[in-house]
């Protein structure tokens, strides 16, 4: 299991024989602290890559992500070391599909080649950020309805600029 009763996040890290992967799954937004993450949408400069240059990211989502990596990790070394072929893949729902893009990008930097299938991902972002992930992890979906908000967020224009 995956928690962090700051932020209140929540998902866990498994594996799935049939497919041959370790899933990192985040649940989205059930209580009122993910609505402060949600909303805690100032931009904070993205230290994981030193290499993307003026990055900035949803300072909300960073720092829940950041709350919970280290035991994503352990778990994740613990499942490859007992399933070394299998691949690694990250996954969520609206708040969780935010968590599961900046883990993704977690494990890239800890050595893993990952992939990632989002649901009503918020946006995590601004553009540089976004041309980076995409250079760095070119096997990431992100699945949106056109008429849900969530995924339109934060705003894309001044003065936000996800």
Request: include cysteine.
């Amino acid at each position: 299991m995956i928690s962090n009763v700051k932020n209140d996040v929540e998902g866990f890290v498994g594996y799935l024989p049939s497919d041959k992967s370790i899933f990192v799954v985040f649940r989205g937004s059930e209580s009122v602290r993910n609505w402060i993450t949600n909303l805690s949408a100032d931009k904070t400069n993205y230290t994981t890559f030193p290499a993307c240059a003026n990055c900035q990211v949803h300072s909300g989502f960073y720092s829940a992500t950041k709350s919970v990596y280290p035991d994503v990790l352990t778990e994740v070394k613990r499942l490859r070391a007992l399933y070394p072929t299998y691949a690694v893949k990250t996954t969520g729902h609206s708040l969780g599909g935010a968590l599961a893009q900046l883990t993704a990008m977690e494990l890239l930097n800890s050595g893993y080649a990952v992939s990632m299938i989002n649901f009503g991902q918020p946006r995590v972002g601004e553009v540089n950020y976004a041309k980076f992930s995409s250079t760095k992890m070119p096997s990431q979906y992100r699945v949106v309805h056109n008429h849900d908000l969530v995924p339109h967020n934060p705003s894309s224009t001044w003065p936000l600029n996800f």
